[in-house]
């Protein structure tokens, strides 16, 4: 089993700047692809972005190329979300997983039943 949880949620004015992190714990014996997800109230979880296990590939839908970015850090089992220029839009809980299965080193997977493991989520609130 591996825990996840998320930090770092908050509420921030549009144009500004939030730093989401998750702490992986658990059989972390070696590194899991990871995603991130949210969820607007009313709507379903969608794909925001997903690493590789080794950190060398990474995915994003589009509303959130050039503004957010994934990276990880595997010596301390985490992973960061640094999302700018938030719009009222990305208002939603953020969760993030980790998927178990070795898809090789290059693997982004962005299908919610790809995943495994979830946090409980990270609320982010930009007022319109």
């Known amino acids: 089993q591996v825990q996840l949880v998320e930090s770092g949620g908050g509420l921030v004015q549009a144009g500004g700047s939030l730093r989401l992190s998750c702490a992986a714990s658990g059989r972390t014996e070696r590194s899991y692809a990871m995603g991130w997800f949210r969820q607007a109230p009313g709507k379903g979880r969608e794909f925001v972005a997903a690493?590789?296990?080794?950190?060398?590939?990474?995915d994003y839908t589009d509303s959130v190329k050039d503004r957010f970015t994934i990276s990880r850090d595997n010596a301390k089992n985490t992973v960061f979300l640094q999302m700018n220029s938030l719009k009222p839009e990305d208002t939603a809980v953020y969760y993030c997983?980790?998927?178990?299965?070795?898809?090789?080193?290059?693997?982004?997977?962005?299908?919610?039943?790809?995943?495994?493991?979830w946090g409980q989520g990270t609320q982010v609130t930009v007022p319109s």
């Open positions: 997983a980790a998927d178990r299965r070795d898809g090789g080193s290059n693997y982004t997977p962005r299908s919610r039943i790809e995943y495994d493991y």
């Open positions: 690493i590789s296990w080794s950190g060398g590939s990474t």
